[in-house]
């Protein structure tokens, strides 16, 4: 699959676009926010919705998404990217592209939380070929929880369990997360989510990451407007991994159709 046949997808996908929807950040946003930085929530996009998502991240990395929500309960799509997409020297793309695909079990109520149950196979970060798997590993089949408290705005609370098919370390632990999400004023969230790793520290030639805590993330979103949310990531705060803490950008578009 090309990268140029993706993005054309994309943009012909937007001609069908109608409604505007506020971003995903802030008390006044319009769309479930389906990602705390790496990991999935229980959100989901409503029937009609339709987003589109691109991340920038090292080595000149470039991921494009593109979902669509159905039923009210099931949301679906596909990703593909590469490294080196900016830049001079050859591109070096993701091997496959990536699906996603998730249900909404139940509904959020009072005294309850959302449960959402899924799969989705794209990694973050750089495709690294000789080890067959992304820098950060796919959730791969999950299930989450979301909970959302009215506090000075919002405040989400997020937890999930998954399993991961990029098991060619020999790791095949079931991983669990954790996450929160807080609303500062109408358009900007703050968010930070703590991924345990269990399914990716073994220190051996196989593995990019070393024995110890696991990965530490935090990022702030911004609704700009006209369905638009824009991210900032700071990763890996506590260096887990190898390579050390990174930054990245996300763009997220939304729209009803």
Do not use: C
Request: aromatic share 14%; net charge neutral; proline share 3%.
């Amino acid at each position: 699959m090309k990268f140029r046949t993706f993005v054309l997808v994309l943009l012909t996908s937007s001609a069908a676009f109608a409604g505007n929807l506020n971003g995903s950040a802030g008390s006044d946003a319009g769309v479930e926010s389906r990602y705390l930085i790496d990991m999935p929530t229980a959100g989901i996009l409503h029937n009609g919705m339709i987003g589109m998502n691109v991340n920038f991240y090292e080595a000149s990395g470039v991921l494009m998404s593109l979902e669509a929500g159905a039923f009210n309960r099931l949301t679906f799509g596909l990703s593909y990217g590469g490294t080196n997409v900016i830049g001079s020297g050859p591109v070096e793309w993701n091997k496959f592209p990536g699906v996603n695909i998730r249900f909404r079990l139940l509904d959020e109520t009072a005294g309850f939380p959302a449960i959402t149950l899924g799969y989705d196979s794209q990694g973050k970060d750089a495709y690294v070929s000789r080890y067959d798997r992304y820098s950060y590993k796919s959730p791969g089949f999950f299930a989450a929880g979301s909970k959302y408290f009215s506090m000075l705005g919002y405040l989400g609370i997020h937890g999930g369990v998954n399993y991961s098919l990029e098991n060619g370390d020999g790791n095949k632990n079931l991983n669990f997360y954790v996450g929160v999400d807080k609303t500062i004023g109408s358009d900007i969230s703050l968010v930070a989510e703590y991924n345990f790793g269990m399914n990716d520290n073994l220190a051996d030639s196989t593995s990019l990451a070393k024995p110890g805590p696991g990965y530490l993330n935090a990022g702030v979103k911004w609704s700009v407007g006209n369905g638009f949310t824009v991210e900032f990531d700071y990763k890996n705060i506590l260096d887990l991994k190898k390579t050390g803490s990174l930054r990245s950008i996300r763009i997220e578009y939304v729209q009803s159709m």
